[in-house]
């Protein structure tokens, strides 16, 4: 065992071993409850003129079991301390002394710190009794250790009336705890700490060293423990916070700076001693609490290590053959339950810089050797491995890399749970970051080096501005990994805002580019796999690059097939806008031959891009038209030799259609597809407006027919209830429609000399839904219909009528992005109606009539633009439709002016709608034709001579456009 004191001060962080002051022997005294200041100013007959300090605690046990007294009872509980407080003495180790080696604050506030050092001009030695060996607890409990306490001064009179002044500097002592024994450290319940700096006081030794045969190594470990609950850890300081200000309120000690290697900035540090023998590994937890400040890990190799290597006893040769002990020192933080940390994780070791055998100095990295004799490498080297002169390999080797594995004396991982955050600051140099259960890690104006960083659960790394991220091995698992589009980048390595030589993306997890610059991310493979869940789903990476032009100078690898019956069937997924573009390159070391690559490049023999993808655009958009979009360059891979397939992960709204991914070749192009519902909704409206007209045609018809059937009809006035169900289907658009409508009309008789005419005026007034996917139309629409009929002598008849319409529809849908769209139209169209038939009687009662018509409907344009911006450029739309058919009938008569006429119809019905709309500049055909079959049935039946209710139900099929149903009730009353 082997205490030290001034022997091993190191360096800035060094810590003072006394004052020069004396300590005023006194019983331990319970504070709790007071206003307590350890540094006190003496001048009588029992005490010489001078300051002496108070501040040491111990328990009240002294000459029974503890060979050293203290100053203040350790157990503060409600007090306001003044100075430094101090554990030199808190406990002796022996056998006898039942008190554990604690120290606990309670509720209280200490101006100042807590240290492990003698703070007086004399102290004890404690070594032979074992105290530096027996472990701190220590706690603070909703307490405030805020390291303010600059200076002791006291500035009185002699007796004589001449000045009398002291001054005692302990700035430059410490931070809030200062300490270089082992410590169990709980800071809880909102309680504040100004800085914690942990030293290596002591070691236990080995026994000789490696090269010989009695060497022993010590297993021992030097090892401290800091919880933190609820409550935040700030930087310390051990500058003079007094000598600067703003607007006269100087600074405090947890004022952090943010920039460069500063002291004053270092939140938790933990400096393993270079003399030692033994391993120093602290492990840090904080639980829903802050962390405001750096926080430093320094690390050389043990003693009795040789990092170029030693001839052990073991042979007899001269070679060497071991690396001797070296005990790994660690630093091991871990954020829990929503904790946050702003601050730099600094990775150091001590150097001596002028050769006097003092370490005085830190340098960046802790101390490594790539000589692994008879250890192996638990780390890797950010900078690399070089190889020596060797006449015996193919290519030279000396001077080139060669590699990256090392070992490391010592360890500093970091570890989020929890949704807790780290916002790193300056330069953090570390061998693990592991980032779980949504915990966020935000890299802006600064850097951040780690061996490998892992991502878990819903977790992000984010590189924002200036901000620069490096590893060996990233992998991204149901995690989002974002380039912010402002980072800044440049052609070399270190300038990348993400350097990876390898990056895993599986299981939803996403490498986000955004719009970042060029060589924004820089890496060797990029594995897009992805994982399959116990129901069989599949879940992929994805590697997504928005509207960037990105090139990735990195192979694209999985081992996934598209062979749905294989194990390994799955898929990484490339998403990005329709403007977006990816380059594959490939990491250029797919071929070794004649040792064209050196030794530091060697060849994967792997083609760019290998395994199985899908593509997925990930933007919707109104705007555009068919020449923006279709076969529009998606992927490339620059490498004939790439096996890799690519296929359409979705569906994307772009103009008036949606487009896919499709592969071709090594190329990856955008397949056009259906009409978006959006659009196709805005063509569909005008067809739809046709079939409201024809149901209204049909019923103003079904009047004209039943005048002429039944009792007697001199005119008189009417009124119909119509709806029906429409199916259209032209190739391009399609819809379903549902319409409900009522129509009244007045109309009179007058007798001719050659024909008996029915002249009459109707109005019609309808509500109409179309719908296909997500697209809906709501219709609206009124009519104003003139109409006559003349019934010849002959029984020919020949029925006619003009009418105006005015249509509006309001459209809604949702895009394939999620976006709602919506937009609204109203048109003007006029129509007409021209019937020839002739009514052949059956008896006196019976009747068939073949008949042939005509009607057109033309729709004046509107022009209108969707919410998305889709443009509809006005287009008038005319539909015509041809129909011979037949009706027969037969009218029942009863007493009392009753009948009742039951009739059917059959007919053959041509429409003729060739039309074409123009949406975002293209021409699209939105016309329904085609030849149809209609089938109906009705019945009239007069209640009375004057007063008769009829209905019909009919359908029509075999067209663009299937009539489901149609349904007409109505009443009419005659004159």
Not at 765 to 783: N, Y
Request: proline share 1%.
């Amino acid at each position: 065992m082997h205490p030290w004191k001034k022997k091993f001060v190191v360096s800035q962080l060094a810590l003072a071993c006394t004052l020069a002051v004396t300590s005023q022997a006194s019983a331990s005294t319970d504070i709790s409850g007071t206003t307590y200041t350890t540094f006190k100013h003496y001048n009588d007959a029992a005490y010489a003129d001078g300051v002496y300090y108070n501040g040491y605690v111990g328990w009240n046990n002294y000459a029974t079991d503890s060979i050293y007294n203290g100053d203040i009872y350790p157990v503060i509980n409600k007090a306001v301390v003044n100075g430094v407080i101090s554990t030199y003495y808190l406990d002796d180790g022996l056998a006898t002394n039942t008190n554990s080696n604690s120290l606990t604050i309670k509720d209280s506030t200490i101006h100042g710190m807590i240290t492990s050092e003698c703070m007086t001009t004399v102290c004890v030695d404690r070594d032979a009794t074992g105290y530096v060996y027996d472990r701190l607890a220590l706690t603070v409990d909703n307490s405030t250790i805020d390291d303010n306490y600059e200076h002791y001064t006291y500035n009185g009179t002699h007796a004589d009336g001449t000045v009398d002044t002291h001054i005692v500097d302990v700035y430059d002592l410490g931070t809030a705890i200062t300490l270089d024994q082992e410590v169990d450290l709980v800071i809880k319940n909102n309680s504040h700490v100004a800085g914690i700096d942990l030293t290596q006081g002591y070691e236990w030794r080995d026994t000789d060293d490696n090269t010989v045969s009695t060497g022993v190594d010590s297993s021992e470990v030097f090892h401290n423990a800091i919880n933190v609950m609820d409550s935040t850890v700030t930087s310390g300081s051990w500058s003079d916070e007094g000598t600067s200000g703003w607007f006269g309120n100087n600074n405090n000690a947890s004022t952090y700076s943010g920039t460069g290697f500063n002291a004053d900035d270092i939140a938790i540090s933990a400096v393993a001693n270079p003399h030692a023998d033994n391993a120093m590994q602290t492990t840090v937890n904080l639980t829903n609490s802050t962390l405001m400040g750096d926080i430093l890990f320094s690390s050389n190799f043990d003693e009795n290590f040789f990092p170029n290597g030693a001839d052990s006893y073991r042979d007899t040769d001269s070679a060497v053959d071991t690396n001797g002990w070296d005990g790994t020192d660690r630093m091991d933080v871990t954020l829990n339950n929503g904790s946050k940390w702003v601050g730099a994780a600094m990775s150091m070791h001590q150097v001596d810089s002028d050769g006097d055998g003092v370490y005085d100095s830190f340098a960046v990295g802790t101390e490594a050797t790539a000589t692994l004799l008879d250890i192996t490498a638990n780390s890797l080297w950010p900078w690399s491995t070089y190889g020596i002169n060797n006449s015996d390999t193919a290519y030279d080797e000396n001077g080139h890399v060669i590699g990256n594995e090392v070992y490391q004396s010592g360890l500093f991982n970091v570890t989020l749970n929890g949704g807790s955050r780290w916002d790193t600051t300056k330069t953090s140099l570390i061998d693990t970051l592991s980032i779980n259960g949504g915990s966020v890690v935000s890299v802006a104006d600064s850097t951040l080096v780690s061996d490998t960083i892992s991502l878990t659960g819903g977790s992000a790394l984010k590189i924002n501005e200036d901000g620069h991220v490096a590893t060996n091995a990233l992998t991204i698992d149901n995690s989002n990994v974002t380039i912010a589009d402002d980072v800044s980048a440049g052609w070399g390595v270190d300038d990348s805002a993400l350097y990876a030589n390898t990056i895993n993306i599986t299981n939803n997890g996403m490498l986000d580019m955004g719009n970042s610059t060029a060589y924004a991310l820089q890496a060797d493979t990029l594995n897009l796999t992805s994982a399959t869940d116990t129901h069989g789903n599949v879940h992929s990476g994805v590697l997504n690059v928005h509207s960037n032009n990105f090139v990735l100078n990195a192979d694209l690898t999985n081992d996934r097939t598209n062979d749905t019956t294989r194990s390994n069937y799955g898929y990484g997924t490339i998403a990005m806008n329709s403007d977006g573009h990816l380059t594959v390159n490939g990491n250029g070391d797919a071929d070794t031959s004649f040792d064209q690559s050196e030794v530091d490049n060697a060849g994967d023999n792997v083609a760019a891009a290998t395994g199985n993808y899908k593509v997925r655009i990930d933007n919707a958009d109104g705007k555009g038209s068919i020449a923006d979009y279709k076969g529009k360059e998606l992927v490339y891979v620059n490498d004939k030799n790439s096996t890799a397939t690519f296929s359409a992960a979705n569906k994307a709204d772009l103009g008036a259609y949606t487009y896919q991914a499709k592969q071709e070749g090594n190329t990856v192009v955008m397949e056009q597809s259906r009409l978006t519902d959006y659009a196709n909704m805005a063509l569909s409206i005008p067809s739809a407006n046709s079939n409201i007209w024809n149901l209204q045609q049909d019923t103003v018809a079904t009047r004209l027919t039943q005048s002429r059937h039944g009792l007697t009809d001199n005119g008189g006035a009417w009124g119909s209830y119509f709806g029906g169900s429409f199916n259209g289907d032209n190739g391009t658009i399609s819809y379903d429609q549902n319409v409900n409508g009522v129509m009244v009309g007045l109309d009179s008789k007058i007798d001719g000399n050659d024909a008996k005419w029915i002249v009459g005026a109707a109005a019609g007034f309808v509500k109409g839904d179309l719908s296909d996917r997500s697209g809906q139309v709501d219709q609206d629409s009124q009519t104003a219909y003139l109409y006559t009929s003349a019934h010849f002598a002959n029984n020919f008849f020949l029925d006619g009528s003009v009418n105006y319409s005015h249509f509006n529809n309001e459209l809604s849908a949702n895009m394939s992005n999620g976006q709602y769209v919506d937009g609204s139209t109203s048109s003007d169209a006029w129509g007409f109606g021209l019937k020839l038939g002739y009514d052949a009687k059956l008896g006196h009662a019976g009747y068939v009539t073949p008949y042939g018509s005509i009607s057109g409907l033309f729709q004046s344009g509107d022009d209108y633009r969707l919410s998305n911006g889709m443009k509809v450029d006005g287009q008038s739309y005319d539909s015509m439709r041809y129909e011979l058919g037949v009706d027969a009938g037969y009218t029942f008569t009863y007493g009392n002016d009753q009948a009742l006429t039951p009739y059917f119809k059959l007919a053959y019905v041509y429409d003729d709608a060739s039309n074409h709309a123009d949406v975002n500049g293209d021409s699209i055909n939105n016309g329904t034709e085609g030849s149809a079959v209609r089938v109906g049935l009705g019945t009239q039946f007069s209640f009375t001579r004057n007063f008769s209710a009829y209905s019909d139900v009919s359908y029509l099929g075999g067209g663009d456009v299937d009539q489901d149903w149609a349904a007409n009730v109505g009443v009419k009353y005659t004159w």
